[in-house]
């Protein structure tokens, strides 16, 4: 059973940077899949982020790319995002996930997530 768990701060001050990693289990970042970060801000619906394939190769949401970064740690069996410039918009529950095709925001596309953290963006 493949499973995902993210960790990282819950409250970033405006204008640092969000870091926040998912460690996997159950199964290797390197053999196969999409592995991506989706954010969901009060009230609104998921917003696909970016994912990192098992080559290594990473994809951007293109209104983000300019301050988001994917990176992974094969030896943790982990990847990480990292969102610059943050700001209380940035506010959202942080979810990690799998798909097995790049599946930007299709939801069913999706077999395992992360239970989500929450990132509060405030001085």
């Known amino acids: 059973q493949v499973q995902l768990q993210e960790s990282g701060p819950g409250l970033v001050k405006p204008s640092q940077t969000l870091s926040l990693s998912c460690t996997v289990s159950?199964?290797?970042?390197?053999?196969?899949?999409?592995w991506s970060w989706i954010r969901q801000p009060p009230g609104k619906g998921l917003e696909w982020m970016g994912a990192?394939?098992?080559?290594?190769?990473?994809y951007y949401n293109p209104t983000l790319k300019s301050r988001t970064s994917i990176s992974r740690d094969t030896s943790k069996n982990q990847f990480t995002l990292q969102l610059s410039s943050v700001t209380p918009e940035d506010t959202a529950v942080y979810y990690c996930?799998?798909?097995?095709?790049?599946?930007?925001?299709?939801?069913?596309?999706?077999?395992?997530w992360g239970q989500g953290t929450q990132v509060t963006v405030s001085s």
């Open positions: 159950g199964g290797s970042i390197t053999a196969g899949n999409f």
């Open positions: 990192i394939a098992m080559t290594g190769s990473t």
């Open positions: 996930a799998r798909s097995s095709i790049l599946a930007y925001e299709e939801v069913d596309e999706y077999d395992y």
